[in-house]
């Protein structure tokens, strides 16, 4: 894509945000959350303070990128943190993040708007997390010789970089002063790109978060006293097609000793309506009371920001997204607990969930089977058979121990590099 082509990318872009504005709400949020974008940056970032610039497309990258911050944020007290979303969907959640001094939508990319933001912020360091690279800003963060990394980078030979057409995007990576990428299949793809010394291997900071979490477990005794001590399933992140099986799988068992925890990934009241109906006998987290305890053996949970450790309770972990073409969602949740982790077979894009499978730790299920047969053969295996569930518990226990240690490696590089050293 050359750089003419780019800009029209751009143009389209904003164009299009602005009529979905008017009848969609994510894109109105977008929209909106950007005006007086610059006179807002002004009147927050004094001028004279010394500034780290954190980028997240959206929750997801946040989450990666929340290691870093949180370890920066400790060892660097002079510094303030400024984090930007270009999602909704991130900017919404974490607006009042407590760990950074300032949060904000990243204006729309252009020569102007990355020349100004850059003007106001006067970062001494840049961090992009993931992916989500835009070109002015690169290359303004560049030519001010302010330093630039790219942390927790995932690459695959279908991405633009490696099309004939990617050539502008090839030339944003080499804006980076370094990179530091999951794994080794993503650095032999960019080697070619950019220098090798300024490519690590890193590891993803998601397994340093999950681990961080699990070490803060904070006990629920709403959970404790639900379960009673009795066996349970707690399936986290569902979508109606998750919440269709799960009914089939507990009628299939048909185990009154066994529990089930449903968290689904949408908590609005339609939704909670529909999971209700699926399963009558259920209640809800927020009618809990010291009367009904005993009587039910399925929770809805309809709040949000409990799901990390509502994982702690279950004997068997499942996670949803995996019956949809968009995939499973956030396994390392569920295995840093050391329970095994069930999902749909839609989890090939997901390489943290590919290295459970193969460690055994992930027990991925069929689509096909959506009365959910082959869902309920490995629960009863897992419940009945003692020795392949402890395996399957310490096969995930590992799994995540193993690959613990990015957040480190990108701390030591800065430390070494005196990125934030006057």
């Not at 780019?6 to 904003?14: A, Q, R």
């Not at 790109?193 to 681990?211: A, F, H, K, Q, W």
């Not at 390392?332 to 499978?357: D, H, T």
């Amino acid at each position: 894509m050359s750089l003419f082509f780019y800009n029209i990318f751009l143009w389209l872009f904003s164009l299009t945000a602005r009529l979905k504005a008017i009848f969609n709400q994510k894109a109105k949020k977008w929209v909106s959350g950007r005006k007086e974008i610059f006179s807002r940056l002004e009147k927050a970032i004094p001028v004279d303070t010394k500034n780290i610039w954190f980028h997240c497309a959206s929750l997801g990258e946040f989450e990666q990128g929340r290691p870093v911050i949180e370890k920066i944020r400790s060892e660097y007290k002079e510094y303030k943190i400024l984090i930007t979303f270009f999602s909704p969907s991130g900017y919404e959640v974490q607006k009042n993040y407590a760990d950074a001094d300032w949060v904000f939508y990243l204006p729309l990319d252009g020569p102007g708007n990355a020349k100004k933001f850059i003007e106001i912020v006067q970062p001494k360091l840049v961090v992009f997390v993931k992916y989500e690279y835009w070109y002015y800003y690169l290359k303004e963060i560049k030519a001010q010789k302010i330093p630039l990394l790219l942390i927790s980078a995932l690459f695959r030979k279908n991405m633009v970089f490696f099309k004939w057409y990617g050539s502008i995007y090839r030339k944003m990576l080499t804006q980076f002063n370094h990179l530091f990428v999951q794994d080794h299949e993503s650095k032999k793809l960019i080697d070619n790109i950019v220098l090798p010394e300024n490519c690590t291997v890193s590891g993803d900071t998601r397994y340093d978060r999950v681990i961080e979490i699990a070490n803060s477990f904070k006990e629920i005794p709403e959970v404790e006293k639900f379960l009673n001590e009795k066996k349970s399933i707690v399936a986290g992140s569902t979508w109606p097609e998750d919440e269709i099986v799960l009914q089939r799988l507990i009628s299939k068992i048909n185990n009154p000793e066994l529990k089930l925890i449903i968290a689904p990934h949408e908590v609005n009241e339609n939704h909670i309506k529909e999971i209700e109906l699926l399963f009558p006998a259920s209640i809800r987290f927020s009618q809990l009371n010291n009367s009904n305890y005993p009587q039910l053996n399925i929770l809805i949970i309809d709040n949000i920001g409990l799901l990390s450790q509502l994982y702690k309770y279950a004997t068997i972990t499942y996670v949803g997204g995996g019956l949809k073409p968009s995939g499973v969602h956030n396994v390392l949740e569920a295995a840093v607990y050391g329970k095994p982790v069930l999902f749909g077979s839609f989890y090939q894009q997901y390489a943290e969930a590919i290295e459970l499978v193969k460690a055994e730790g992930g027990l991925p299920f069929n689509n096909d089977q959506k009365d959910g047969i082959m869902l309920a053969e490995l629960v009863e295996a897992l419940l009945i058979n003692k020795e392949e569930y402890e395996y399957r518990c310490n096969a995930s226990r590992t799994f995540v121990d193993a690959n613990k240690g990015a957040t480190k490696k990108i701390i030591t590089y800065i430390q070494e590099n005196r990125l934030l050293t006057n």
